[in-house]
C-alpha cells in the first residue's frame, strides 16, 4: 500500500494564526482526502482534493476556514485558518485504493493545539 | 441519530480471550464495510475490508457483516497485548474513491 507522511507531526500554535499540514505520498493517486478526528468523536471527512481541480468539502466545512491545495498527483496540503482552541484536533490526511473498491490508506496525522 | 454507533468502550480483556467488536448502522445502502486499528499517535491502520453481507477471516481476525440486521461485526482470538488499540469500524456506498463514514472506535486493552 501508498506510504503516506504528513508534516508536521504535531504543533502548538496560538489563536488567530494558520498552519499548513502537508501530506506526501510515495505513488501517484488520483484522490487525497483530508480528515478531523476531534476527542471523543469519529473522523470527520472536511474535504476531497482531486488534482487539477477545486477540493470538494463536506458540510459544515467551507475553504476559507480549510484551504487546500493538490498541486499534483503525489502531495496535497491543508491549512487551517484562524486557528481557535475549537481546531485542536488531528488531522489526517487519506489517499484512495490501489485499485476500484480497496479501502483508504491513512498517514499518521498532525497533533494541532491551539492556545 | 448517528448513521454508524460503535461502543467507545474501553474493553479490557485478558491476554487470550476472544474479543468481538460491534458497529450498528443506519443506512441501508452501505456496501462496503471495514475495520481500520488505530494505535496510540498513529493513523488508521486497515485491517480488513468485505463487500456485502457474509464473513471474511485473515488470521486471528473475522469480519461479519449482516446486513439484514445492519450490524458488522470483528472477532479477535487468542488476543495478545499488541492487539490494544482503538478499533474504527467504517462504512461506505462504494469503493476508496468515496466518502467514508466512521465509528467513533472502541478503545481495546489485552491486559497480559
Known amino acids: 500500500s501508498a506510504v503516506i507522511s504528513q508534516k508536521p507531526s504535531r504543533d502548538i500554535c496560538q489563536r488567530g494564526t494558520s498552519l499548513t499540514i502537508q501530506c506526501q505520498v510515495d505513488s501517484q493517486v488520483t484522490m487525497m482526502f483530508w480528515y478531523r478526528q476531534q476527542p471523543g468523536q469519529s473522523l470527520t471527512l472536511i474535504a476531497t482534493?482531486?488534482?487539477?481541480?477545486?477540493?470538494?468539502?463536506e458540510s459544515g466545512f467551507v475553504i476559507d476556514k480549510f484551504p487546500i491545495s493538490r498541486p499534483n498527483l503525489t502531495f496535497s496540503t491543508l491549512t487551517v485558518s484562524n486557528m481557535s482552541p475549537e481546531d485542536s484536533s488531528i488531522y489526517l490526511c487519506?489517499?484512495?485504493?490501489?485499485?476500484?473498491?480497496?479501502?483508504?490508506?491513512f498517514g499518521d496525522g498532525t497533533r494541532l493545539s491551539i492556545l | 441519530q448517528k448513521e454508524v454507533e460503535q461502543d467507545p468502550g474501553p474493553l479490557s480483556v485478558p491476554e487470550g480471550a476472544i474479543v468481538s467488536l460491534n458497529c450498528t448502522y443506519s443506512n441501508s445502502a452501505f456496501q462496503y464495510f471495514m475495520w481500520y486499528r488505530q494505535y496510540s499517535r498513529k493513523g488508521p491502520e486497515l485491517l480488513m475490508y468485505?463487500?456485502?453481507?457474509g464473513n471474511k477471516e485473515d488470521g486471528r481476525f473475522t469480519a461479519q457483516v449482516d446486513k439484514s440486521s445492519k450490524y458488522i461485526s470483528l472477532f479477535i482470538r487468542d488476543s495478545q497485548p499488541s492487539d490494544s488499540a482503538t478499533y474504527l469500524c467504517a462504512m461506505s456506498f462504494s469503493g476508496g474513491y468515496q466518502k467514508v463514514t466512521f465509528g467513533i472506535g472502541t478503545k481495546l486493552q489485552v491486559i497480559p
Open positions: 468485505t463487500y456485502s453481507s
Open positions: 482534493a482531486n488534482q487539477g481541480s477545486e477540493a470538494t468539502y
Open positions: 487519506s489517499v484512495e485504493g490501489e485499485t476500484a473498491g480497496q479501502p483508504q490508506h
